[in-house]
């Protein structure tokens, strides 16, 4: 009776320094969050907020600070000022259209506005913008410049303002007019860059999904995980981007190993049927979204705390970041190939793909490929997720929704199951999606429609996919 | 007293619309799911064509049952569409396009190129569609109000007795066209492509156009469910994405898959169990945590509710082990 005594005490320490090492890191990561939402004059949109952007640039498309603004819409009505960053933003309660009108006065002289007043829809989750062009000629002799009205974000990018928050919900526009070469050229480099890192997102899928017959519904919430460390790293503890790109894919390769040492590896020792799992990654995917919100709220966030700059390469301008963004992908990616086809634990891992019951009796381990497919998997999926919000600009907890079903479509057209066929598929995807928005009437906030409409016809017409065998889908 | 006040809430959760339009949803995914194997991942994206085929229709001036044929009709003709490429093919392809279809449906919904009809981002506002429906109720007019037990609603009106009275006459004829369905020799189909889809096909029966009907019956009824979900409040098309189709399969895996009350039981139990969650949370950590983490917090239960249930006790609470089949064929 004695000895326990003291025993009872040590486990409540214990329990106690348990309990403060768990809270006292959470409090600090906390308080941050807080102080961050705080100052925030700029207004970010998300689901529940319609921010309307005005844009006041001269003749080098340099923004034009001190410019009076007044937009007014519904029973709203403010006054805004730009300033040297650019543009001024503001929250609008409704959706519907607001009338962004220039004041003539606070124009410095010299100067001439092509228009004073412009009409934009705004909506929520997306900043409507308009911007007004500053001339040296008057209005009467100005052309016609293409200036991005209405706010287009890839339109404005060729004009050199990269916007801040070229986010995935993307704005409104419906085109008049056939695009021209340069337009279709830059589309082609956002979907390259959409590809691409689309591609590091989904092989994840197909390697789980080859290597265990399970399709993972939860990989989604893997994408923002990695977004949502991303900016933890870069915003509220301050670390260098590169530090954060390898911190995150360590934590988020270890949150894989943590779900398959946790929940998988025991399901399949059990001999669960794999319709069963796929319902568990649901639930999987519904606690991790909700865990996602109550770290970062449901506002949409922006990983780099800089502007981005615009860099052009060869006829396409997209921000230095998004360069750097289809690097890192183009490596990571030559890095898999390699990996699949050059190392010996590559090669077991298409075996099992291919034929678990024979890779074993050949002497691979097919458990614990398994375990480095899934911590692979969620590593890739983590970087994508952050590389895709850096390049986007701005993410929110549903990144990984809308996300999940691009990859589906990806990884079925490519073929289930084999890798390189993601890959493929994700290319097509990414370019596709990006260069719908060219077709003439086709508004932008239907481009991801077009990835569903591919997954149909693939069924229809080749449900196999580019690269897979027909056998697996019977 | 504040504990009679959370029990108060619970019960009322037992009783309410959104219980029986989420318990008409899962009778439907039950059809999919339970009787013939399919995996409906977008239940909730039938719920949102659904509900906008009833506000548009209503909106342009049809009287209520034809704006309700209209909503059955949405749902039947989105069944089509996604069972034509995928039903002869292995059945995670079914649930990769119905989960990515609900969520076009809604991305759809919020587009500003279909904003006359749908209203965008905003949705549909109640006022604007729920008229007709109020019209018909057969409850009285002249008091305004009515109690029963500790429970107290208007007659007529978006969250009245009307409402409940309809939504769950609704969820009963459902289970009664289940229950005739599921007894007769072509839920006996049903139940046998689940088990072996061959040996089905061996003997003669044309099982795409049997999982094709599944298929259509189970959206129509999620259609359905749809238009009880938005008469208490609005179509919001946000409210109505991939959460709402995961907790309709909560509920069913709940209540128990391939049973006939199992979606209605799991669906009270869920919404009781649920209200009780937020209400003891709201009250109990007062002041510690927000409203809004309340929510996230019960919704992340959710989760890893529907995780325990299907790995622990798949059958659920009414079902019975042997009757389920998970697997992949």
């Known amino acids: ?97 607001y009338t962004i009108t220039l004041d003539e006065a606070t124009v410095p002289d010299g100067l001439f506005p092509d228009a004073t007043e412009r009409v934009v829809t705004a909506q929520n989750g997306i900043a409507a913008r308009s911007a007004f062009r500053l001339t040296t000629t008057p209005p009467e002799g100005a052309e016609p410049t293409a200036t991005p009205t209405d706010g287009q974000p890839t339109d404005a990018a060729t004009d050199g303002t990269v916007p801040a928050d070229e986010g995935l919900g993307g704005a409104d526009t419906t085109r008049g007019s056939g695009p021209s070469f340069g337009q279709i050229w830059q589309q082609f480099g956002s979907g390259i860059r959409f590809g691409l890192l689309l591609a590091l997102a989904s092989v994840g899928i197909s390697l789980i999904y080859g290597t265990t017959g399970l399709s993972s519904f ?51 020792r059990r001999g669960t049927p794999v319709t069963q799992m796929m319902i568990v990654t649901i639930g999987l995917s519904l606690a991790l979204q909700y865990i996602i919100q109550m770290v970062i709220g449901g506002r949409s966030l922006r990983v780099l ?110 073929g289930l199951g084999t890798a390189f066929g993601a890959l493929l598929g994700s290319l097509v995807i990414g370019l596709v999606v990006e260069m719908s928005t060219l077709i003439p009437g086709m508004p932008s906030d239907l481009r991801y429609a077009s990835a569903l409409v591919i997954l149909i016809l693939v069924l229809l017409v080749r449900p196999q996919g580019l690269l897979g065998r027909a056998e697996r889908i019977g | ?163 409940r009275l309809f939504a769950w006459a609704a969820v009963l004829v459902a289970v009664l066209f289940v229950w005739l369905l599921t007894r007769s020799p072509w839920g006996r189909v049903l139940k046998g492509i689940r088990e072996d889809e061959d040996a089905v096909r061996a003997l003669g029966k044309n099982v795409f156009s049997y999982k094709m009907q599944a298929l259509v019956l189970g959206g129509m009824l999620g259609s359905l469910g749809g238009v009880l979900y938005v008469l208490p409040r609005s179509v919001a098309p946000d409210s109505m994405g991939r959460s709402l189709t995961f907790f309709v399969w909560t509920v069913l895996l709940l209540g128990g898959a391939a049973t006939l009350w199992g979606p209605v039981l799991g669906s009270m139990l869920f919404f009781a169990v649920y209200m009780l969650l937020r209400a003891g949370m709201r009250e109990g950590l007062e002041g510690v945590v927000s409203s809004t983490m309340v929510e996230q917090i019960g919704g992340m239960l959710v989760g890893v509710t529907l995780m325990l249930l299907v790995i622990f006790r798949p059958q659920g609470i009414l079902g019975n082990k042997k009757e389920l089949a998970f697997d992949v064929r």
């Open chain 1, 1 to 97: 009776m004695t000895a326990d005594r003291p025993n009872l005490a040590t486990a409540a320490r214990r329990l106690l320094a348990t309990l403060a090492a768990v809270a006292i890191p959470a409090m600090i990561v906390a308080t941050p969050a807080m102080a961050a939402s705080a100052p925030d004059a700029e207004c970010t949109p998300d689901a529940s907020t319609a921010c309307v952007v005005a844009i006041v640039l001269d003749g080098q498309s340099n923004p034009v600070p001190d410019v009076g603004v007044n937009i007014s819409g519904a029973d709203f009505d403010v006054d805004v000022t730009t300033t040297k960053e650019g543009p001024a933003s503001v929250e609008v309660p409704h959706v519907g259209s």
């Open chain 1, 218 to 268: 939860s990989h989604g919430e893997q994408v923002t995980l990695g977004a949502m460390f991303g900016f933890i790293g870069i915003q509220w503890m301050g670390l260098p981007v590169w530090l954060t790109l390898i911190l995150v894919m360590v934590v988020c390769a270890a949150t894989g190993w943590l779900q398959d040492a946790a929940i998988w590896a025991p399901l399949r």
């Open chain 1, 305 to 414: 705390p800089q502007n981005p700059r615009p860099l052009e390469i060869a006829g396409i301008t997209l921000s230095t970041a998004s360069w750097l963004s289809m690097g890192a992908a183009i490596v990571v990616i030559g890095f898999i190939a390699w990996f699949l086809t050059r190392t010996r634990i590559g090669r077991a891992t298409r075996a099992v793909s291919d034929n678990t019951a024979l890779a074993a009796a050949t002497g691979i381990n097919p458990d614990l490929i398994v375990r480095i497919v899934w911590i692979m998997s969620a590593g890739f999926a983590g970087l994508a997720g952050m590389l895709l919000a850096i390049s986007f600009g701005s993410f929110n907890w549903s990144l990984g929704m809308l996300l999940l079903l691009l990859m589906f479509a990806a990884v079925t057209l490519g």
């Open chain 2, 1 to 163: 007293m504040e504990l009679s006040r959370i029990l108060t809430q619970a019960l009322a959760e037992l009783i309410a619309p959104t219980t029986a339009a989420i318990a008409l949803a899962a009778i439907g995914l039950n059809l999919h799911f339970g009787f013939t194997g399919l995996l409906n991942m977008g239940q909730a994206g039938f719920m949102l064509l659904g509900a906008y085929g009833f506000g548009i229709a209503t909106m342009s001036g049809a009287p209520f049952w034809l704006a309700l044929v209209v909503a059955l009709a949405s749902g039947a003709l989105f069944a089509l569409i996604l069972g034509i490429p995928t039903l002869q093919l292995r059945g995670d392809y079914l649930a990769i396009v119905t989960i990515s279809a609900a969520e076009i449906i809604r991305m759809l919904g919020r587009a500003t190129v279909f904003q006359e009809w749908t209203g965008g981002a905003a949705g549909l506002t109640g006022s604007s569609f729920k008229a007709t429906f109020q019209e018909l109720s057969i409850l009285p007019a002249a008091p305004e109000r009515g109690a029963f037990g500790p429970l107290e609603y208007v007659f007529t009106g978006s969250d009245s007795w009307w409402t």
